[in-house]
């Protein structure tokens, strides 16, 4: 695992199986490191403990957390009063029950952590998880961290089987917005252009073809900062952009694409498709693919005209 460290060690339990597994955190950042300075002159920023109204320092051991009652009291709960609590001390993940993987809504994944076999033989392991790969289902468990108990889904990610911790179903709000109420009439034809655009850009999802363009650009901003140089110059004569009329255009090359669109869906076809779901790109290069849009609206006025053109001759 090289510098995977293992964050602790548990068993994975049900019936009368164990599998003993080491656990690691599944996520790490690659954000850039900051600190916080006086913007006048760079002086570091430094916070301290200190007693209310005065400048006394609290040692760290020395602080404990004060809850509020239903009442309105204040009652202080010391780290003893917390470790108390009738939790589950042992380092068990309990599976309670196996169902369908699309029945547990994606909402509710919070932390995900990988489990590495910690027993000599790995076949337990690798077994478990090969029989959830096969009955496409996820282990509804749970497991105590940090004298916190939790619930989680257990699933098979690239062969390595991944505790998700799960949010308690108070902890998702519900969505209370007024549009829910709305009788909004949808036509067929807005629903079939609208489904037709979402085909030609449809493809499997490959996470390796989009980057952190903003961590990319903040790398280029703190070293051109440094250098004393302009990280993103920008040329004079930039228009200035017409929201109104680029989304005239956008929706202009949306029916162009629609309407101009074969009835067989050749691979041909498709490969204009693939373009259209770029990597990320930073925003001037996404500036200068505006132009299609442009002449697709140019090319539909002009398709335009001469079907009024023709229909005009018709009448004659």
Known sequence: MGAMRSIWKGDLSFGLVNVPVKVYSATESHDRKSFQVDSKDGTRIRYRRVREGTDTEVDYSDIANAYETDSG?????????????????????????????????????????????????????????????????????????????????????????????????????????????????????????????????????????????????????????????????????????????????????LRASVKDRPADDSDEDKAPAKKAAPKKAPAKKAAAKKAPAKKAAAKKSTATKSTAKKTSRKAS
């Open 73 to 253: 009291e204040t009652v202080i709960l010391t780290k003893d009063d917390l470790s108390s609590l009738p939790v589950q001390k042992s380092p068990e993940i309990s599976i309670l029950e196996f169902v369908p993987v699309d029945q547990v809504d994606p909402i509710y994944f919070d932390k995900p952590y990988y489990l590495e076999p910690a027993s000599k033989s790995p076949k337990a392991y690798a077994l478990l998880a090969k029989a959830l790969e096969e009955t496409d289902r996820l282990a509804i468990t749970s497991f105590t961290l940090r004298n916190r108990t939790r619930m989680a889904a257990l699933r098979v990610v690239d062969g390595v089987m991944t505790l998700q911790t799960l949010l308690w179903p108070d902890e998702v709000r519900k969505p209370d917005f007024g549009f829910l109420d709305e009788d909004i009439s949808i036509r067929d034809q807005e629903l079939q252009m609208a489904s037709s655009l979402i085909e030609t850009m449809a493809k499997d999802y490959d996470p390796s073809e989009f980057e952190d363009t903003y961590q990319k650009e903040l790398s280029k901003l703190i070293e051109a900062k440094a250098e004393g140089t302009e990280a993103f110059p920008t040329s004079d004569d930039e228009e200035p952009v017409d929201e109104d009329s680029e989304v005239a255009d956008l929706l202009a090359a």
